[in-house]
Structures are given as C-alpha cells and as structure tokens.
C-alpha cells in the first residue's frame, strides 16, 4: 500500500474527520461525519459517497463476524503476500472494538457504529469483543479465510 488512505478518487470532505493515521484521513467514519441528505421528522438519511471502488473485483460476498476481546488475525496471515489480508473490504461495526494495522505500519481503532473501508494490506486485533459485517470480494477473501482455516486447522495438529 502507498500510504494513500482514502480512496484517491474520493470526494470525502476529510476535514472533519476524528483523527489522522501519520498525516492521512482515518479509513473509517462515525456516524455523525456522515453527511446528511434529508432530514424529515421520523427520518434521517445520510450518505458518504466515494466510499472505495470495488471496480474489477467481482462478486461482492456479505459476511458477518463475531469476535472476542485478543482475537489477532495477523499470525493466521502469514504466509499470505505480506502477511496482510490482500481483499478491501466495506463494512459497519455494529459492538466493540477491533485495531486495523496496515502494510505500512500505520494503525486505527474502529468502535461501535463505525463505516470503514479497509484496502487490501491490513491485519486486525479486537480489543472489545465485536460483531462487524463486512462487504467483501468473494474471490479475494475467500482465499484468505480459506488460508487461515488451513493455518487452524496445521495448529490444531
């Protein structure tokens, strides 16, 4: 990954955003820093546009996690290119708390009812049991559960 933490075609408005990752806009956002488009009494719609590109990877999969408090994905990585998670993903988190570290060693903390778009190069640690969903590349991430799964089940031998 080039440090580039937003999609560069983005029209986000970055200037609002809860933190910086080493200079960059954060990859996730809360629910107020999504941009409101009607507001009418008994609803609210809001819309971030430009939330990532899934250009050229196919069949989105919809997938749901329940993570406890210490899970670490990162040893189940390894011996994947980099030893990262090579698939974007889209997602809400619904409870808790997980840490995305990317390939180049920059961090952020995503918390209960956050957006986030993670690029492919990313490894995450939950540090508050969490329920997150995510829209994935079928293909791509596929593969990696598929990898980890096989890291499981070489450590359960």
């Not at 749901?64 to 990162?74: E, K, P, Q, R, V």
Request: with cysteine; proline share 6%.
């Amino acid at each position: 990954m080039s440090g580039t933490r937003y999609p560069p075609h983005s029209d986000v408005d970055r200037s609002n955003r809860s933190g910086t990752t080493n200079g960059a806009a954060t990859m996730h956002v809360t629910k107020n820093d999504v941009p409101v488009k009607l507001d009418v009494p008994g609803a609210t719609a809001r819309q971030l546009t430009g939330f990532g590109d899934a250009t050229g990877y196919g069949v989105i999969g919809a997938e749901y996690f329940s993570l406890a408090t210490g899970t670490d994905i990162a040893p189940l990585l390894e011996g994947l290119e980099g030893d990262v998670c090579h698939a974007p993903h889209w997602g809400y988190l619904l409870e808790g708390a997980v840490v995305v570290t990317y390939s180049g060693g920059s961090e952020e903390t995503c918390t209960a009812s956050d957006l986030f778009y993670w690029p492919p190069g990313h490894s995450v640690r939950v540090t508050a049991d969490a329920e997150v969903i995510l829209f994935s590349p079928e293909a791509e991430h596929g593969a990696v559960i598929e990898h980890m799964g096989e890291k499981l089940a070489g450590a359960g031998s």
